[in-house]
């Protein structure tokens, strides 16, 4: 008989694990309450990079006059165009179904039954769905998370709103007041921002971002800065609205009056009241599921994956953890999750993107290692393409030249991380890189430089 595996959540923890154990052969049910593609669909990975693709396009046309791009008129080609905010949430929420239908699709081919419903434990073995009970030989957990609500700045869906909430605004607010900055914030501020908001970036910490790459992280307070975003320090205590606007009160007293605010001030996970911890399943303080390395919670056979366990809250971690989960508990060759080689990415503009080893955990490991920096505005296909801001940084090991970590800040990182990530996860050395062809002109060729420039030559003898 073939394994019962029983999956909670259809985000891409729980549908990439679904997909990998019914090709496997198993007998799969996945249950979820809201829709296919869970949150990274519906609420936070799709819906923001859509808005953000619209605040992309929009820099081009400010180096268009650089460009030699001219509206026949003669009038300024950036200042004549407007964001149709209605349209850009359509087409997000488009956008949105078609790809949750997309995984609905998969799913169906690839055999998995899907049950509508919230779930809830009632034993390692036994998953409840309204009145239908499960027998499962391997529960899958993969609920994921929902906006933190700070007590006194509860959102209320229209002026004071968490990020879930934005793609029903038909016009682009004038004034939005952004409360947090980290990755989401940063995002969001940075996109309105471009999109043509004025915008107010509350951050905590001294600087934006400021658990990416320290070069990075000035590099993008500078760029918010010049652009004319307003950058504030502090926490909100309070967030009050009226019919015209928002007024947030930080700890220190201070008070920002805007349109709008949104709170992105992290997540809590999706694990109370679902009978984990009569079923054995321990949580930790803040109610994340304590997984090791190939998923496995307390309970024996239920694995956990994605944000619901706070390993790092990444679709492609979710995604990773939710395969090994399945090729574990259907005794499948399991490698471990290597969290040292997680590439990740931060869609501002310009984007960060970083893999491996940060500087700050090379030196908290005693490694030796040495950084190369380039600028990319130095690279010939930048200045033609009119790029004049961004840079590659690569960390490699001062004797080996073993490839630790890097980070690039510029037009799709995302996308130019990916040499590097190869680097990381293979053990290539500096070398290696060095040593593989780039197009040129490219950009990929300042990573190729930057490789180059921690060549060591051997000493004689
Ligand atoms: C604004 C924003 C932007 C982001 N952008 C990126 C990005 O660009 N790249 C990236 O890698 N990551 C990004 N992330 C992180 C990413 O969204 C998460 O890491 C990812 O969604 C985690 O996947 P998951 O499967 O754990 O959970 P989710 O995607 O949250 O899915 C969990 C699902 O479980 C369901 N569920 C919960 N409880 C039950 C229950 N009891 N019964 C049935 N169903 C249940 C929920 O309805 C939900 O659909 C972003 C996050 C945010 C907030």
Same mark, same amino acid.
């Given at each position: 008989?073939?394994?019962?595996?029983?999956?909670?959540?259809?985000?891409?923890?729980?549908?990439?694990?679904?997909?990998?154990?019914?090709?496997?052969?198993?007998?799969?049910?996945?249950?979820?309450?809201?829709? @296919?593609?869970?949150?990274?669909?519906?609420?936070?990975?799709?819906?923001?990079?859509?808005?953000?693709?619209?605040?992309?396009?929009?820099?081009?046309?400010?180096?268009?006059?650089?460009?030699?791009?001219?509206?026949?008129?003669?009038?300024?080609?950036?200042?004549?165009?407007?964001?149709?905010?209605?349209?850009?949430?359509?087409?997000?929420?488009?956008?949105?179904?078609?790809?949750?239908?997309?995984?609905?699709?998969?799913?169906?081919?690839?055999?998995?039954?899907?049950?509508?419903?919230?779930?809830?434990?009632?034993?390692?073995?036994?998953?409840?769905?309204?009145?239908?009970?499960?027998?499962?030989?391997?529960?899958?957990?993969?609920?994921?998370?929902?906006?933190?609500?700070?007590?006194?700045?509860?959102?209320?869906?229209?002026?004071?709103?968490?990020?879930?909430? @934005?793609?029903?605004? =038909?016009?682009?607010?004038?004034?939005?007041?952004?409360?947090?900055?980290?990755?989401?914030?940063?995002?969001?501020?940075?996109?309105?921002?471009?999109?043509?908001?004025?915008?107010?970036?509350?951050?905590?910490?001294?600087?934006?971002?400021?658990?990416?790459?320290?070069?990075?992280?000035?590099?993008?307070?500078?760029?918010?800065?010049?652009?004319?975003?307003?950058?504030?320090?502090?926490?909100?205590?309070?967030?009050?609205?009226?019919?015209?606007?928002?007024?947030?009160?930080?700890?220190?007293?201070?008070?920002?009056?805007?349109?709008?605010? @949104?709170?992105?001030?992290?997540?809590?996970?999706?694990?109370?009241?679902?009978?984990?911890?009569?079923?054995?399943?321990?949580?930790?303080?803040?109610?994340?599921?304590?997984?090791?390395?190939?998923?496995? =919670?307390?309970?024996?056979?239920?694995?956990?994956?994605?944000?619901?366990?706070?390993?790092?809250?990444?679709?492609?971690?979710?995604?990773?953890?939710?395969?090994?989960?399945?090729?574990?508990?259907?005794?499948?060759?399991?490698?471990?999750?290597?969290?040292?080689?997680?590439?990740?990415?931060?869609?501002?503009?310009?984007?960060?993107?970083?893999?491996?080893?940060?500087?700050?955990?090379?030196?908290?490991?005693?490694?030796?290692?040495?950084?190369?920096?380039?600028?990319?505005?130095?690279?010939?296909?930048?200045?033609?393409?009119?790029?004049?801001?961004?840079?590659?940084?690569?960390?490699?090991?001062?004797?080996?030249?073993?490839?630790?970590?890097?980070?690039?800040?510029?037009?799709?990182?995302?996308?130019?991380?990916?040499?590097?990530?190869?680097?990381?996860?293979?053990?290539?050395?500096?070398?290696?890189?060095?040593?593989?062809?780039?197009?040129?002109?490219?950009?990929?060729? =300042?990573?190729?430089?930057?490789?180059?420039?921690?060549?060591?030559?051997?000493?004689?003898?």
């Amino acid at each position: 008989m073939s394994s019962r595996v029983v999956i909670v959540g259809g985000g891409p923890g729980g549908y990439e694990a679904a997909l990998v154990a019914a090709k496997a052969g198993a007998d799969v049910t996945l249950v979820e309450r809201q829709g @296919l593609g869970g949150n990274a669909v519906l609420t936070d990975v799709v819906p923001s990079k859509t808005v953000i693709a619209t605040a992309e396009w929009l820099t081009i046309a400010h180096r268009a006059p650089e460009l030699g791009i001219r509206r026949s008129d003669g009038a300024d080609l950036a200042s004549s165009l407007t964001v149709d905010m209605a349209q850009v949430n359509s087409r997000i929420k488009d956008l949105v179904r078609k790809q949750s239908s997309d995984i609905a699709a998969r799913l169906e081919h690839t055999g998995v039954r899907v049950i509508e419903g919230a779930a809830r434990l009632e034993g390692p073995h036994r998953v409840a769905v309204d009145d239908t009970a499960l027998e499962a030989d391997a529960v899958l957990l993969a609920v994921g998370a929902r906006p933190r609500i700070v007590p006194g700045c509860e959102p209320d869906g229209e002026r004071i709103l968490t990020w879930t909430q @934005l793609y029903d605004l =038909t016009e682009l607010p004038e004034h939005l007041i952004v409360v947090g900055s980290g990755v989401t914030g940063a995002e969001f501020a940075g996109a309105y921002h471009l999109l043509g908001s004025r915008v107010t970036l509350v951050a905590s910490g001294d600087r934006v971002l400021s658990r990416e790459d320290p070069d990075a992280s000035a590099h993008l307070t500078d760029v918010f800065r010049e652009r004319g975003m307003t950058l504030v320090g502090g926490r909100a205590a309070t967030v009050a609205r009226d019919d015209a606007g928002v007024r947030v009160t930080l700890e220190d007293g201070t008070v920002l009056e805007g349109s709008h605010a @949104l709170m992105a001030v992290g997540s809590v996970p999706n694990t109370s009241g679902m009978g984990l911890e009569e079923a054995g399943v321990e949580l930790d303080e803040r109610g994340l599921i304590r997984v090791d390395r190939v998923s496995r =919670t307390t309970a024996r056979g239920v694995y956990a994956a994605g944000d619901c366990t706070g390993v790092l809250p990444l679709a492609s971690v979710a995604a990773t953890q939710g395969r090994i989960a399945m090729a574990h508990a259907l005794g499948d060759a399991v490698t471990p999750i290597d969290l040292r080689t997680v590439a990740s990415n931060v869609f501002t503009v310009p984007e960060i993107a970083s893999v491996g080893a940060s500087e700050a955990e090379l030196k908290e490991r005693g490694l030796f290692y040495e950084v190369s920096r380039l600028d990319l505005a130095r690279n010939p296909r930048a200045k033609m393409l009119g790029i004049d801001e961004g840079f590659v940084k690569i960390f490699g090991h001062t004797v080996t030249g073993q490839v630790f970590g890097a980070v690039v800040v510029g037009p799709r990182a995302s996308e130019h991380i990916y040499p590097l990530s190869l680097a990381v996860a293979q053990h290539l050395t500096v070398d290696d890189v060095a040593a593989a062809f780039t197009v040129y002109p490219s950009l990929s060729g =300042t990573i190729s430089e930057a490789a180059r420039r921690l060549h060591r030559i051997e000493a004689e003898g």
